[in-house]
């Protein structure tokens, strides 16, 4: 028997109660720490814990039906659709189209005409409603294309203390390395704060609950108490969509759309991504990259602090990023995101990206080398350096990156 979300969701109730907050005061004997490979949970969660991440992982590889509230218009029929690759949670092959364009010197998103985000399809509603999906207007003088990132360790990267992402600040160059990271700032849209930036392409993401609100929006349609209201079809009012907003109810009555708490649950007990083997090409490749530079801004470990919840508590996050942006001269997307520019991307990080389909945000780079080639701006001179080492030196700084 197939049960729509809304079924599930209500089903598992008792399950979502207040998401991961829940667990703090959760009773239960952690597992013993393992390395997780693509896909699974964390190592060291109680077993209500585990129970979140099940819950959540049947809600985040279910697809969506119009009864659910999909659409008017959407991407893709659920979150696994994008997130699937090497395992659940992982990056994804599809592209999506985001656009804008400068008025005046600043940023316009276009959302009058349906920006910053292309749907690709609309609903049909037995045959007596038809919307199609979006095309990215003829205004419109930016347009980049964006690759689903994935989504290992994220829990893990959102407990990283904010003084360590902090203590790699330098706007203004001043230790004169040519790198001048920064910290982006963007409103939270769960605590109406202005937060640290963490997740997304040009960090401007500051929360897993806010990326999986915004991402049940942008990409399936699904309006949650945290985005009420239904994406405008090109920018005009939607129709065909007749079911009430928020789409994603709340059966436990915490005030907080289900589904999106069981997404956010499973995102942030994901384990991050497996070491690969280690061979000795990859250790003379490790002291090549950062020789070469590559380290200043894909730095090896950031940690986490003090957490009630074991799995996130004082642990080494190796994920090869400083989660700041920087400006990558022609790498840029030309998207405006908080105070991120236009130039600006945030340093990727690398742990997993063996696994990866392809490289860069907007997939251009089917190589590791051809990913590294593409840097610009603060990252031309380590590019540069890369340019210039021995067909054998390049190789074994691939293949330190084949480890991660």
């Known amino acids: ?125 037995q045959g007596s409603c038809r919307i199609g999906g979006e095309a990215v207007p003829p205004e419109a003088t930016i347009v980049t294309e964006r690759q689903s990132q994935p989504l290992f360790g994220l829990g893990l990267v959102e407990n990283i203390l904010e003084s360590e992402i902090l203590a790699n600040v330098d706007p203004d160059d001043l230790d004169g390395d040519g790198i001048s990271g920064r910290a982006n700032r963007v409103m939270d849209p769960i605590t109406k704060v202005m937060s640290l930036g963490r997740f997304g392409w040009k960090s401007g993401v500051s929360s897993i609950l806010a990326f999986s609100a915004t991402a049940l929006l942008n990409e399936m349609g699904i309006t949650t108490n945290v985005f009420p209201r239904e994406n405008n079809p090109q920018g005009q009012p939607p129709f065909c969509d007749s079911v009430p907003d928020p789409e994603d109810l709340d059966f436990d009555g915490d005030g907080q759309s289900d589904g999106m708490m069981a997404i956010a649950n499973f995102i942030s007990f994901l384990g991050p991504p497996p070491r690969g083997p280690i061979t000795d090409a990859a250790r003379a490749g490790e002291a090549l990259f950062s020789q070469v530079g590559c380290n200043k801004c894909h730095i090896p470990t950031l940690y986490t602090g003090d957490s009630p919840i074991a799995a996130f508590h004082r642990k080494p996050v190796n994920l090869y990023s400083d989660l700041l942006v920087h400006d990558m001269g022609e790498l840029g997307d030309g998207i405006f995101d908080g105070l991120a520019t236009g130039p600006e991307m945030r340093t990727a990080p690398l742990w997993g990206v063996r696994a990866n389909p392809k490289y860069l945000h907007d997939a251009r780079a089917g190589t590791l080398e051809e990913a590294i080639l593409f840097h610009g701006g603060e990252a031309a001179a380590s590019r540069d350096r890369f340019v210039a080492l021995t067909a054998t030196e390049k190789l074994e700084l691939l293949a330190f990156l084949n480890s991660l």
């Open 1 to 125: 028997m197939k049960l729509s979300i809304s079924a599930l969701c209500k089903l598992a109730a008792f399950v979502f109660c207040a998401g991961v907050f829940m667990t703090v005061n959760s009773p239960g004997t952690p597992r013993p720490a393992a390395d997780p490979d693509f896909g699974e949970p964390l190592s060291e969660l109680t077993a209500t814990q585990m129970d979140l991440f099940k819950t959540g992982r049947l809600i985040f590889s279910s697809k969506r039906s119009i009864e659910d509230g999909l659409g008017p218009i959407f991407n893709d029929f659920g979150c696994g659709q994008c997130h699937d690759l090497p395992a659940i949670g992982g990056a994804g092959a599809i592209t999506e189209t985001n656009f804008g364009r400068m008025v005046n010197g600043a940023f316009d998103p276009m959302v009058e005409f349906g920006g910053p985000v292309r749907q690709t399809t609309g609903i049909t509603i």
